[in-house]
């Protein structure tokens, strides 16, 4: 029973973060958690292309540390500069900088 319990807490806790999320950002971490197909807590550029699309387009942009694979918390922060950035702009929404790229090739 222990071991059983162990083992269902290693597996659910990469979905932690996303567990306290309410109203648009549960439905986000519904479509993350989704679109894991491995549970490894982390989208690979496979995963994004089949189940998140628009994501997958953005890819290297988010993935901020290069390592081949988006975490929730890249994609908060993708998401904190864009609004961040849209502000700045007076609120005007289009393409940024931000979809330029990884930055580590």
Do not use: V, W, Y
Request: aromatic share 2%; net charge positive; glycine share 10%.
């Amino acid at each position: 029973m222990r071991k059983s319990a162990l083992i269902a807490a290693l597996l659910l806790a990469p979905a932690l973060p996303l567990a306290a999320a309410t109203g648009k950002n549960a439905r986000l971490a519904e479509q993350f958690m989704h679109a894991d197909a491995d549970g490894n807590g982390m989208l690979s550029r496979a995963e994004a292309e089949r189940a998140a699309p628009l994501l997958a387009k953005q890819f290297d942009a988010i993935d901020a540390n290069c390592d081949g694979q988006i975490s929730p918390e890249e994609i908060r922060a993708f998401r904190r500069t864009g609004r961040s950035e849209r502000g700045a702009r007076g609120g005007a929404r289009g393409r940024s900088q931000r979809g330029a790229g990884c930055r580590c090739r």
